[in-house]
């Protein structure tokens, strides 16, 4: 039995599961698994309330706008008052895409304004223009680490999410759109709360970063065995040659 296990909440996987980020869940259990730490994960669909002291780390992806739209009101409904507890406790949430919007105020779909759960500040707006898309690649600075890393991947978004002035971005981008094309910041980080844009999917293209959350989900204090990750570290590199940088 390992000493250890990471207890992963996956939020609507059903439906907010767009551009193969099943494969950021994937990543987290294979390198747990790898280092003989335990892993466990558990959906929640619509509906479902959640215990934010019975996970480690909440998982919410990307979904089309349709789904995203139902999602969202059944996560203010059922789920939100727990993702504020469990971000006030230090969990770590990861959000992606659509899931990054949601972790916000609203979301501005031509007439519809999409509820989000408030839980950073900011907003995001379906503007006149083009999708933002591409390789991208952006420079982070994230708790307990020390000096800047990058994260490469790849963004698809018509959304331009717009930061409050008590919001932090997650990175600075080094190539690519970012957060709304001409901001020139990329996600948003609250303590452990993180909301990116970053498909590819983005853990299997920057390992060092899911090591991150799964080393701060745990609250280790001891540094993570090393692995033998050459295919981590050519997906990394390949990331950020195709994104120029």
């Not at 203010?76 to 993702?83: E, I, P, S, Y």
């Not at 920057?206 to 745990?218: G, K, Q, R, S, Y």
């Not at 609250?219 to 997906?235: C, G, M, S, V, Y």
Request: proline letters at 4%.
């Amino acid at each position: 039995m390992a000493e250890r296990t990471l207890r992963l909440c996956a939020l609507y996987p059903d439906l907010m599961n767009i551009y193969a980020d099943r494969g950021n869940v994937l990543l987290l259990e294979r390198r747990c698994q790898w280092r003989g730490i335990g892993f466990e994960v558990v959906a929640a669909g619509l509906g479902d309330g959640i215990d934010p002291a019975a996970h480690d780390l909440f998982y919410i992806g990307g979904a089309q706008d349709r789904d995203q739209a139902l999602c969202a009101q059944d996560m203010v409904d059922t789920k939100r008052d727990a993702l504020h507890a469990a971000a006030d406790a230090g969990r770590v949430v990861l959000a992606v895409c659509g899931g990054y919007q949601l972790l916000g105020h609203h979301y501005q779909l031509g007439e519809e304004r999409i509820p989000g759960v408030g839980l950073v500040d900011l907003h995001t707006v379906r503007e006149d223009g083009p999708r933002l898309i591409g390789n991208v690649a952006i420079e982070v600075r994230l708790p307990g680490l020390s000096g800047p890393r990058v994260l490469a991947g790849f963004e698809n978004h018509g959304g331009r999410t717009h930061l409050g002035p008590r919001a932090q971005p997650l990175g600075r981008v080094l190539k690519g759109h970012g957060n709304t094309g001409t901001s020139g910041f990329e996600g948003v980080l609250r303590d452990h709360v993180v909301g990116t844009y970053l498909h590819g999917p983005l853990l299997p293209k920057n390992a060092w970063f899911a090591d991150w959350l799964i080393a701060t989900a745990l609250r280790l204090e001891e540094p993570l065995a090393a692995l033998e990750d050459e295919f981590e570290r050519a997906a990394h590199a390949d990331a950020r040659r195709v994104a120029g940088v």
